[in-house]
C-alpha cells in the first residue's frame, strides 16, 4: 500500500486553512494573539499526528508469517513439544 495524494492533499488543505486562514478571523481584543498562536499551533500538530498516523498505516508492524517447518523447530529448539 503506497501513499496517496488526494487524502493527503485534502487534509494539509484542511490543516493549512485552520492554521493559516483562521488566525486571520480571531476577535479583537486583549487575547488576539493568543488565540491565533492556538489555531495555529493545533493545526500544525494535528496536521503532524494526522501524517504519522497515515504514513504508519503504509508499512504495519506486523510479526513474521512462518511456515509450519519452521514453527515446529522454533517448538524442539525452546523445549515445547508441537502437537499435530
Same mark, same amino acid.
Given at each position: 500500500?503506497?501513499?496517496?495524494?488526494? @487524502? *493527503?492533499?485534502?487534509?494539509?488543505?484542511? =490543516?493549512?486553512?485552520?492554521?493559516?486562514? $483562521?488566525?486571520?478571523? &480571531?476577535? %479583537?481584543? @486583549?487575547?488576539?494573539?493568543?488565540?491565533?498562536?492556538?489555531?495555529?499551533?493545533? !493545526? &500544525?500538530? $494535528? =496536521?503532524?499526528? #494526522?501524517?504519522? &498516523?497515515?504514513? !504508519?498505516?503504509?508499512? @504495519?508492524? *506486523?510479526? @513474521?508469517?512462518?511456515?509450519?517447518?519452521?514453527?515446529? =523447530?522454533?517448538?524442539?529448539? #525452546?523445549? %515445547?513439544?508441537? %502437537?499435530?
Amino acid at each position: 500500500m503506497g501513499a496517496s495524494f488526494v @487524502p *493527503i492533499t485534502v487534509f494539509t488543505v484542511f =490543516w493549512g486553512v485552520v492554521g493559516i486562514v $483562521c488566525p486571520f478571523f &480571531a476577535p %479583537k481584543g @486583549p487575547n488576539r494573539g493568543i488565540i491565533q498562536v492556538v489555531l495555529m499551533l493545533t !493545526a &500544525a500538530t $494535528c =496536521w503532524l499526528f #494526522w501524517l504519522c &498516523a497515515y504514513m !504508519a498505516q503504509m508499512n @504495519p508492524l *506486523i510479526g @513474521p508469517r512462518l511456515d509450519n517447518e519452521t514453527l515446529i =523447530w522454533i517448538s524442539q529448539t #525452546w523445549g %515445547k513439544s508441537y %502437537k499435530q
